[in-house]
């Protein structure tokens, strides 16, 4: 049975991608195959094959399934700004109905782990209408939240987890990441507060480019990750 999990972040540049590749290849480590969809990037190079944005590269190098770019991100921008813009500069309308039918073909693969990946923070615009917690809404999957450990976070993370719940979500965990090289002030007091704040485990804590994170495997498989036996 395929286990799927929504990545989303406290903001943009929190580590979302780094978190989600790292999961990827620590469930390929357990002999689990897996895939991963970044649904919309905003920001790309031009190459000779087309489009390419940095970070729906990365998944795709993470993950154990061999899929053509286009499958794992089929919405790319040239702009790296708030996918709404991005995409009105084009002359695109993105489209959440679209957007969650390709990702649920992608579940519907026959693999252990499937991981999609948000862009920016929750609420960050797609369309007039739409937001990227729409897209989270549509496909109903549990979130693993991607906390970045600097000032800030304690209020993004509680304002996030707050809106995935009244979103009707349900949140798997967190993960503590330390994006910059410099840790936080009161790092450890601070990730105390997160802890006794959210409503969820945290899953792992993560040090800055750590090759080795710790990520709490039975905390996962508890969520559904499903390692067990594998």
Same mark, same amino acid.
């Given at each position: 049975?395929?286990?799927?999990?929504?990545?989303? *972040?406290?903001?943009?540049?929190?580590g &979302?991608t780094?978190i @989600?590749?790292?999961?990827l290849?620590?469930?390929?480590?357990?002999g689990?195959? $897996?895939l991963a969809? &970044?649904?919309?990037?905003?920001?790309?190079?031009?190459?000779?094959?087309g489009?390419?944005?940095?970070?729906?590269l990365?998944?795709?190098?993470?993950?154990t399934?061999?899929l053509?770019? %286009?499958?794992?991100?089929?919405?790319?921008?040239?702009?790296?700004?708030?996918?709404?813009?991005?995409?009105?500069?084009?002359?695109?309308?993105?489209?959440?109905?679209e957007?969650a039918?390709?990702?649920?073909?992608?579940?519907?693969r026959?693999?252990?782990?499937?991981? #999609?990946?948000?862009?920016?923070?929750?609420?960050?615009? =797609?369309?007039?209408?739409?937001?990227?917690?729409?897209?989270?809404?549509? =496909?109903?999957?549990?979130?693993?939240?991607?906390?970045?450990? &600097?000032?800030?976070?304690l209020?993004h993370?509680?304002? $996030?987890?707050? @809106?995935?719940?009244?979103d009707?979500?349900?949140? @798997?965990g967190?993960i @503590?990441?330390q994006s910059?090289?410099?840790?936080?002030?009161?790092? $450890? %007091?601070?990730?105390?507060?997160?802890?006794?704040?959210?409503?969820?485990?945290?899953l *792992?804590?993560?040090?800055?480019?750590?090759s080795?994170?710790? #990520?709490?495997?039975? =905390?996962?498989?508890?969520?559904?990750?499903? =390692?067990?036996g &594998?």
């Open positions: 049975m395929t286990a799927a999990f929504f990545i989303a *972040g406290t903001d943009t540049e929190v &979302k780094y @989600a590749s790292t999961l290849r620590a469930a390929a480590s357990q689990l195959t $897996t969809v &970044k649904p919309v990037a905003a920001g790309c190079e031009e190459t000779p094959e489009r390419r944005n940095e970070d729906a990365q998944l795709q190098a993470a993950m399934e061999d053509p770019y %286009e499958l794992v991100n089929p919405v790319v921008l040239q702009e790296p700004l708030s996918p709404h813009l991005a995409a009105r500069h084009e002359g695109v309308e993105i489209s959440v109905q957007l039918a390709h990702c649920r073909r992608m579940m519907e026959s693999v252990d782990l499937v991981l #999609i990946e948000g862009a920016g923070g929750w609420r960050v615009p =797609l369309n007039a209408r739409e937001d990227m917690s729409d897209l989270a809404k549509e =496909l109903g999957l549990p979130v693993i939240l991607v906390v970045d450990m &600097k000032l800030g976070c209020n993370a509680l304002l $996030t987890v707050e @809106a995935i719940e009244r009707g979500l349900s949140l @798997a967190w @503590a990441n910059q090289p410099q840790p936080m002030a009161a790092r $450890t %007091e601070n990730l105390q507060t997160l802890m006794q704040r959210l409503s969820a485990p945290c *792992g804590q993560v040090d800055y480019q750590d080795r994170p710790v #990520i709490d495997w039975a =905390l996962l498989r508890r969520a559904g990750l499903g =390692l067990a &594998k």
